[in-house]
Each structure stands twice: as C-alpha cells, then as structure tokens.
C-alpha cells in the first residue's frame, strides 16, 4: 500500500513563513500530481497548489506570489513554501499524490492518496 504524510505545520505570525513537506511510502512504481488542500474549520477543502511529476505549478489566486510548491522525485516528496502568511491561511493542510503503485507485488494501480494533515495557525 501507500502511505502519504504532511509535517512541518505550526504556529506563526502573520508575515511569517513555514515549509510544509508530504512525503509518500510503499510500493510506489511512481508519482504523478502532488498538490495541497488546506481546509479551514467550517470550510470545504480547497486547491491551493500543485505540481505534475515534470515539475509544471499551478496555484490558486489567493496564494499566488506567496507560496511556492515544489517536489523531490527520488524522495517523493513535494514541499509547499509559505510566505507571507496571513491569518485567513490557518487550517489543516493536506497533501494529495496520484500514485501509480504495485498491488499484490505484481499489478499496477492508481489511486489517489491523501495524508493525514498538518495544522498551520497564523495569529493576526
């Protein structure tokens, strides 16, 4: 199976910046898009950034120019840069991987996978 984790979540001031990682583990033939979903309370989960395996970005309006996404193939892992945070960013972050992954040691699935999430609070 496959098991994606977040870290480097925490509390932080406005203006502040932290590096959020998500890392994948398993049986992972490869990685596809990676992408983070923050989701705030009383909020639906929502696409902040993501990257394709070749390294090709995409990022919402409201993080453009702050955060920057970015990912290490031979570690699986993707990295998402914050800068500049604001309060309204605080929520759980989660990461999305599109994994092509070995199932029963010989057949090819793919799926996607979620992490657990990393809190990010950003005090005014």
């Known amino acids: 199976q496959v098991h994606v984790v977040e870290s480097g979540g925490g509390l932080v001031q406005a203006g502040g910046s932290l590096r959020l990682s998500c890392a994948a583990s398993g049986s992972i033939f490869s990685i596809n898009a990676m992408g983070w979903y923050p989701q705030a309370p009383g909020k639906q989960r929502e696409l902040v950034a993501t990257?394709?395996?070749?390294?090709?970005?995409n990022y919402a309006d409201s993080v453009k120019d702050r955060f920057t996404i970015s990912r290490d193939n031979a570690k699986n892992t993707a990295y998402l840069q914050m800068n500049s945070l604001k309060p309204e960013d605080t929520a759980v972050y989660y990461c999305n991987a599109g994994v092509t992954y070995y199932h029963q040691g010989i057949r090819l699935n793919t799926d996607n996978f979620w992490g657990q999430g990393t809190q990010v609070t950003v005090s005014s």
């Open positions: 990257i394709t395996r070749g390294g090709s970005t």
